[in-house]
């Protein structure tokens, strides 16, 4: 019998402004693609709220019912159910919304009958969901995707994994946790540009954010542009402000990066909205920046732009040096913007970062480049995941019990509902085997849970939703008007 997974996460899989996201989506394709049932609950929240534009487009293919309280669509061989929900932000999460997905959570423990639950979301609410997953005899399994949940516990996680072996660390001499570093998941063909089709010209910084290094990337930029002025940078907007962050930079001593009534600090930076498809971006960048000054877990971009034999100048924050390896050159970021995020380097620091670039151009990658993708293929990661995975998967076929005990419910009530699924549905109480025909047809209106029953997609057309059909330009402003976007910002 195929292993059945339930990922739960209060953020929805299909915010493409989340890294974490968009790399456990893939990782999930690829489970689906080895066989296994793969059923996902999210809600109708992410990082940013032009995160969901993407939903819009998937409720208009699959026509859902508006008083429906969920979305229900397959996407890539998984089945995703999405809470809609009043908050669209984490933190503005309502009770009910709360009480929405809880029940839909139930539902999915009770008729999916998942042999593992997998997912995040570092929320109380949550890490009751996942004990109510446990009381039922069902392994949890946490994606830990950041350095942001220092101190947690994971009481209620039988696996805790990671991408790199830096965070594992991290954690496991931090906080005595037992974390797996297993590797990201990058689905290359998604990332990748045709040769042919490239026309490198950028180096070029991928979300402008201060923990990112933007600080880094305007002085780099500034000081290589001296000694090099026909090359062009450009940053790719992703969560956040880019005019706001530029507007915080400062020097050292305090005086503003961005002085009003002066002429634009940084003319050479084109910038680009944030696009569905990142490979528009590698088909016009000669090179990376990675330069963040905060513990990055990974850094998804420095991986992809390696696939595409583009090096990476990178700092050695985090995960970092994992996500590169050979295909790029690792520095230490500068002391100043590492105490303060926001503080942009002085000549002297900034003059390693500038000689690096200049090696790394004026080389050809393609070797380094390939043995780096080599360790960090999809498929590769996946099986060191299985490695720890596997045995929690036969342990939940072998031992769950979804029907019979609950953290939240009572006996008294568990037993009513077991009693209401054997004259409605009574394949549940046989390790969920098919349903006769009839027995699916008054399921919907027979299940004891109080919203509408979660059991099959609500459109059997498949959902191709990862990019716009209308991203086929490339994302790069003209010069001109990046330098209009960077001048408003001093206003």
Same mark, same amino acid.
């Given at each position: 019998?195929?292993?059945?997974?339930?990922?739960?996460?209060i953020p929805?899989?299909?915010?493409?402004s989340?890294?974490?996201?968009?790399?456990?989506?893939?990782?999930?394709?690829?489970?689906?693609?080895?066989?296994?049932?793969?059923?996902?609950?999210?809600?109708?929240?992410?990082?940013?709220?032009?995160?969901?534009?993407?939903?819009?487009?998937?409720?208009?293919?699959?026509?859902?019912?508006?008083?429906?309280?969920?979305?229900?669509?397959?996407?890539?061989?998984?089945?995703?159910?999405?809470?809609?929900?009043?908050?669209?932000?984490a933190?503005?999460?309502?009770?009910?919304?709360q009480?929405r997905?809880?029940?839909?959570?139930?539902q999915c423990?009770?008729?999916?009958?998942?042999?593992?639950?997998?997912?995040?979301?570092?929320?109380?609410?949550?890490?009751?969901?996942?004990?109510?997953?446990?009381?039922?005899?069902?392994?949890?399994?946490?994606?830990?995707?950041?350095?942001?949940?220092?101190?947690?516990?994971f009481?209620?996680?039988?696996?805790?994994?990671?991408?790199?072996?830096?965070?594992?660390?991290?954690?496991?001499?931090?906080?005595?946790?037992?974390?797996?570093?297993?590797?990201?998941?990058?689905?290359?063909?998604?990332?990748?540009?045709?040769?042919?089709?490239?026309?490198?010209k950028?180096?070029?910084?991928?979300?402008?954010?201060?923990?990112?290094?933007?600080?880094?990337?305007?002085?780099?930029?500034?000081?290589?542009?001296?000694?090099?002025?026909?090359q062009?940078?450009?940053?790719?907007?992703?969560?956040?402000?880019?005019?706001?962050?530029?507007?915080?930079?400062?020097?050292?001593?305090?005086?503003?990066?961005?002085?009003?009534?002066?002429?634009?600090?940084?003319?050479?930076?084109?910038?680009?909205?944030?696009?569905?498809?990142?490979?528009?971006?590698?088909?016009?960048?000669?090179?990376?920046l990675?330069?963040?000054?905060?513990?990055?877990s990974?850094?998804?971009?420095?991986?992809?732009?390696?696939?595409?034999?583009?090096?990476?100048?990178?700092?050695?924050?985090?995960?970092?040096?994992e996500?590169?390896?050979?295909?790029?050159?690792?520095?230490d970021?500068?002391?100043?913007t590492?105490?303060?995020?926001?503080?942009?380097?002085?000549?002297e620091?900034?003059?390693p970062?500038?000689?690096?670039?200049?090696?790394?151009?004026?080389?050809?990658?393609?070797?380094?480049c390939?043995?780096?993708?080599?360790?960090?293929?999809?498929?590769?990661?996946?099986d060191?995941?299985?490695?720890?995975?596997?045995?929690?998967?036969?342990?939940?076929?072998?031992?769950?019990?979804?029907?019979?005990?609950?953290?939240?419910?009572?006996?008294?009530?568990?037993? #009513?509902?077991? *009693? !209401?699924?054997? =004259? @409605?549905?009574?394949h549940?109480?046989?390790?969920?085997? /098919? %349903?006769?025909?009839e027995?699916?047809?008054?399921?919907?209106?027979?299940?004891p849970?109080?919203?509408?029953a979660?059991?099959? #997609?609500?459109? *059997? !057309?498949?959902? =191709? @939703?990862?990019?716009?059909?209308?991203?086929?330009?490339? /994302? %790069?402003?003209?010069?001109?008007?990046?330098?209009?976007?960077?001048?408003?910002?001093?206003?």
């Open positions: 019998m195929a292993y059945k997974i339930l990922w739960y996460s929805a899989l299909h915010d493409n989340n890294g974490a996201a968009i790399h456990n989506k893939i990782l999930l394709e690829g489970l689906a693609a080895r066989g296994m049932q793969i059923k996902v609950l999210n809600a109708l929240v992410a990082d940013d709220p032009h995160g969901l534009e993407i939903f819009n487009r998937i409720n208009a293919k699959i026509q859902s019912d508006p008083k429906t309280p969920f979305l229900q669509f397959t996407d890539r061989g998984v089945e995703y159910i999405v809470a809609k929900t009043k908050g669209h932000l933190q503005d999460v309502t009770t009910a919304d009480g997905i809880f029940d839909l959570f139930v423990l009770e008729k999916f009958q998942p042999d593992v639950v997998m997912g995040y979301s570092g929320d109380i609410f949550s890490a009751y969901l996942r004990r109510e997953a446990q009381a039922r005899g069902i392994p949890v399994v946490y994606a830990l995707c950041n350095g942001l949940h220092r101190t947690f516990g009481a209620d996680c039988d696996l805790v994994f990671a991408p790199s072996e830096a965070t594992a660390k991290l954690y496991r001499e931090g906080d005595g946790i037992d974390v797996k570093a297993v590797g990201q998941f990058i689905n290359r063909e998604q990332v990748t540009v045709d040769p042919k089709k490239r026309d490198p950028y180096i070029t910084l991928v979300n402008p954010a201060p923990e990112k290094g933007l600080a880094i990337f305007v002085k780099l930029a500034q000081e290589f542009c001296k000694k090099h002025p026909e062009r940078f450009l940053v790719v907007k992703s969560v956040g402000n880019y005019q706001q962050c530029l507007l915080k930079l400062h020097y050292a001593d305090g005086t503003p990066f961005i002085k009003q009534g002066e002429p634009n600090p940084i003319p050479m930076i084109d910038v680009a909205e944030h696009t569905d498809d990142i490979r528009l971006v590698y088909a016009i960048t000669k090179a990376i990675t330069p963040s000054v905060w513990h990055e990974w850094g998804c971009v420095a991986t992809e732009a390696v696939f595409n034999n583009i090096p990476v100048l990178s700092s050695k924050s985090g995960g970092l040096p996500a590169v390896r050979e295909g790029g050159i690792l520095l970021a500068p002391q100043s590492q105490k303060d995020f926001n503080c942009v380097p002085s000549d620091e900034i003059k970062w500038v000689e690096a670039l200049e090696q790394m151009l004026a080389k050809d990658w393609t070797e380094e390939t043995k780096a993708s080599s360790y960090n293929d999809l498929n590769a990661s996946i060191r995941l299985m490695e720890h995975l596997e045995p929690l998967l036969q342990k939940g076929q072998q031992n769950k019990h979804p029907l019979d005990s609950s953290y939240f419910f009572s006996q008294k009530s568990m037993n #009513a509902r077991r *009693e !209401a699924y054997a =004259k @409605a549905m009574p549940l109480l046989n390790g969920n085997q /098919p %349903a006769p025909a027995a699916q047809a008054q399921a919907q209106a027979s299940a849970a109080q919203a509408p979660p059991e099959a #997609a609500a459109s *059997e !057309a498949e959902v =191709k @939703a990862e990019a716009k059909p209308a991203a086929k330009k490339a /994302p %790069a402003k003209k010069s001109t008007s990046a330098a209009k976007r960077n001048t408003k910002a001093k206003k």
